[in-house]
């Protein structure tokens, strides 16, 4: 899902942190079979979809490593492509895994946080 096309719950996100774990604890060589294996790279593409659309904030240093890759992430967010595709896209271009699901993450685990304070409030 992306999230700003529903009201994105608790649940909905804990999943989604839970799914993108094993690749955030993975080495590189394990992250190439865990995203063959497994259907993690429409998680990957949500992150990524959300950080280029700025649902999920990253800092300046972070972005500015991203600019690298941006003709990558945004193939990774066209639905031009398949899963295959996008696979070889992420396994050629190494090295923007390694800053794209730490900010994903803490952009989940930031909103988990406002979503969880806001229903605290209510």
Do not use: W
Not at 37 to 61: A, D, T, W
Not at 90 to 95: D, F, I, K, Y
């Amino acid at each position: 899902m992306r999230f700003q096309n529903r009201n994105v719950g608790i649940k909905y996100l804990q999943k989604y942190i839970k799914k993108l774990e094993p690749l955030l604890k993975a080495k590189k060589k394990d992250r190439k079979l865990i995203l063959k294996n497994q259907n993690l790279i429409n998680y990957v593409c949500q992150g990524v979809y959300n950080i280029l659309h700025g649902k999920i904030p990253i800092n300046k240093e972070t972005r500015h490593k991203l600019l690298r890759f941006r003709s990558k992430l945004h193939a990774l967010c066209d639905n031009k492509h398949s899963k295959d595709e996008k696979i070889k896209i992420v396994n050629q271009t190494g090295g923007f895994l390694n800053l794209v699901i730490p900010a994903v993450a803490s952009g989940v685990i930031g909103l988990i946080t406002s979503l969880v304070e806001r229903k605290i409030s209510s």
